[in-house]
């Protein structure tokens, strides 16, 4: 029954949250359609959680995706030894990175009184989810060894099934605790991202790391406006 909801009820209403929500959001109302930046009110910290952050978990959710969309690949690559090990260990060192970007963003609008006013309840539960993610993510690399192995043979045929409307729950069944809610936190991050600042990785979402975010200029009298 729970296995049920987790892998077949929720990912399918997070996609279709993901598919309706989105485009309405993006006619209804544009300007809403940003990860509102706060670097203009704190720039110090935000430059340590926000690049640890992003250049962590890029990386790491590519990899995923990897696996889904070119198992056989994976599997031969994997195959060898030692690219198993030095991926699994690239792959933990990013997944921390990533983690300590996030516990620094959270840690950032707790202790920034400017911030407070801005923050809203959508941006608490969202870097509750993705610390909760990274966490869970982090878990399974260094207690669950070779993840991108196994995941091959019960994640992946997984998202095939799904993809191909015939979901299949039972290759999610018995795996661990810690592994089906890493899955099922990433089915509701998907379900949020459209009522979220999240929506702004569908705009361009490789821009900033060759821009800041935002660029601010101030009209000052003397520029004669
Ligand atoms: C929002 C989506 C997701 C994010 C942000 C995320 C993030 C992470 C992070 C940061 C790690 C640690 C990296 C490492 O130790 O290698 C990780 C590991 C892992 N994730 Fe995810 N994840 C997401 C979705 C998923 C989904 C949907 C699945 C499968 C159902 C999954 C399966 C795994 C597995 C098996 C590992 C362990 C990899 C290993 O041991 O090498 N993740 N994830």
Same mark, same amino acid.
Request: with cysteine; glycine share 10%.
């Given at each position: 029954m729970l296995n049920t909801f987790l892998f077949v009820v929720l990912p399918y209403a997070a996609l279709a949250l993901f598919a309706f929500v989105t485009p309405y959001r993006y006619f209804s109302n544009r300007l809403t359609w940003s990860a509102? &930046?706060?670097?203009?009110?704190?720039?110090?910290?935000?430059?340590?959680? &926000?690049? &640890?952050? *992003?250049?962590?978990?890029?990386?790491?959710?590519? #990899? *995923?995706?990897?696996?889904?969309?070119?198992?056989?690949?994976?599997?031969?690559?994997?195959?060898?030894?030692? #690219? @198993?090990?030095?991926?699994? &260990? #690239?792959?933990? =060192? @990013?997944?921390?990175?990533?983690?300590? =970007?996030?516990?620094? @963003?959270?840690?950032?609008?707790?202790? +920034?009184?400017? @911030?407070?006013?801005?923050? +809203?309840?959508?941006?608490?539960?969202?870097?509750?989810?993705?610390?909760?993610? +990274? #966490?869970? =993510?982090?878990?399974?690399?260094m207690f669950l060894r070779w993840g991108s192995q196994w995941y091959l043979h019960t994640a992946v045929p997984y998202f095939h099934s799904l993809l191909l409307f015939h979901p299949q729950a039972e290759y999610m069944s018995d795996v661990p605790m810690v592994f089906k809610l890493h899955a099922a936190g990433a089915f509701l991050i998907v379900a949020l991202l459209p009522f979220t600042k999240l929506v702004h990785l569908l705009y361009v979402p490789f821009d900033f790391l060759k821009d800041p975010p935002i660029l601010y200029r101030w009209r000052s009298p003397k520029a004669g406006g």
């Open positions: 509102y &930046s706060t670097q203009f009110l704190e720039r110090k910290t935000l430059y340590w959680g &926000s690049n &640890s952050w *992003h250049y962590g978990v890029i990386p790491v959710v590519v #990899a *995923h995706f990897f696996g889904i969309f070119a198992p056989d690949a994976m599997q031969s690559i994997l195959a060898n030894r030692q #690219a @198993l090990i030095l991926l699994e &260990s #690239a792959g933990l =060192g @990013l997944g921390l990175f990533a983690l300590f =970007g996030c516990l620094v @963003l959270i840690v950032r609008r707790l202790v +920034t009184p400017f @911030l407070g006013p801005v923050t +809203t309840a959508g941006d608490w539960i969202l870097l509750a989810l993705l610390l909760f993610q +990274t #966490a869970t =993510g982090v878990y399974m690399g």
